[in-house]
């Protein structure tokens, strides 16, 4: 995985409420949720799922109506993902079985997988793209990283407002900060129809602009299909303000008129000034951005937060990943342990002990 020292702010945003400084082991390996479910139905060309830590396929075996298939690594919606394929793809009524051991690189110290289901009609159509995305700044007091706990810290947060339409149900909302650069960072996030507000958290660094950060959005699907990109830079609103945070990044303040930038850069649900006219979001085709917004096709590797709590994130560094329960898939608080044991590796480094 590559790593960029500019982005692992950004990649160190995983819960949007405040939540108190706990000490923050690492999860013991193994799996700790999958997709298809047990029994269930699964696109043929989609790509199975195993979440968990220090996972791998290599103790894997699948198995399509009894026969020997092969598992092929594919992109994945976060670092502390496992996405393979099955080749040859089934046939759609076949019965796939996945078992053995995903913890190969770690001992075999875990429990065995097992997981059969059925293979369903191969999933043929790329997601849409999302209605209109926005941004926000909140400039707040800075927050020192807490090494040892579950909470990261951070200098400022940017808030993408996302808009998704309808048809995107167990999608992925994949977030790139600075597109096609080399401090390029992503995140996924489960897709659902509606508003969707993904904060994520940085650290200041000489020569750092917030105002000019651009943001690159797009859904993707397992089948390793994607939309067109929305691509936006420069922010609807912004704060700044000495409060340091409990938890980075904080909520999002309680905006005002006082705090808009540029109408024309809002997004629907934004309530602007009498005369500041309302914008219409910005939708794909006027984006000015490549059809893949300067995202890497295959998505980098990585996960994770909105606004409030929620067990749909998954975050990726530099090149996309920043991150215990079995359900629902992304617990926030198996993310939040798996970054803050990353952090603390990083500072381990950094800083040797005496």
Known sequence: MIESRHAIAALAVLLGAAAPAVACSPPLPGVYAHEPPEGGTWPANAAVLLQGYEIGPEGLAVTVD?????????????????????EPAPAPGATVRLAG??????????E???????????????????????????????????????S????????????LPQGVAGDWIEITVDPGTQRAASRWRRAEAGDVVVPFAFRRY??????????????????????????????CRARVDGTVPDW??????????????????????????????????????????AADGGVAADGGVAADAGAEPDAGDRESDASG??????????????????????RRRRADRAHPPR
């Open 112 to 150: 065995p997988v097992d997981l059969s289901w059925t293979a369903g009609p191969p999933d043929e159509t790329a997601p849409p793209a999302p209605s209109s995305v926005f941004l926000d700044l909140y400039d707040h007091g800075d927050m020192e990283d807490q090494l040892g706990t579950c």
């Open 66 to 86: 009894g026969a020997p298939a092969s598992l092929v690594p594919r992109p994945g919606p976060g670092w502390d993902y496992l996405a393979l394929g099955v």
């Open 321 to 342: 990943s920043d991150g215990c329960q079995a359900a629902p898939l992304g617990a926030p608080w198996l993310a939040a342990a798996l970054l803050a044991l990353r």
């Open 101 to 110: 051991s995903p913890c190969a690189m770690a001992g075999d110290q875990c």
């Open 248 to 289: 980075a990044p904080p909520g999002a303040p309680a905006w005002t008129d006082e705090d808009l930038v540029d109408a024309a850069a809002c997004g629907p649900g934004v309530d602007l000034p009498p005369d500041g006219g309302r914008p219409d979001g910005g939708v794909a085709d006027d984006a000015g951005a």
């Open 206 to 235: 000489e020569g750092d602009d917030p105002d000019g950060r651009c943001f690159a959005v797009r859904v993707t699907d397992n089948a390793g299909h994607a939309s067109d990109a929305v691509q936006r830079c420069g922010m």
């Open 152 to 163: 990261p810290g951070g200098d400022y947060a940017i808030f993408v407002n996302v808009r």
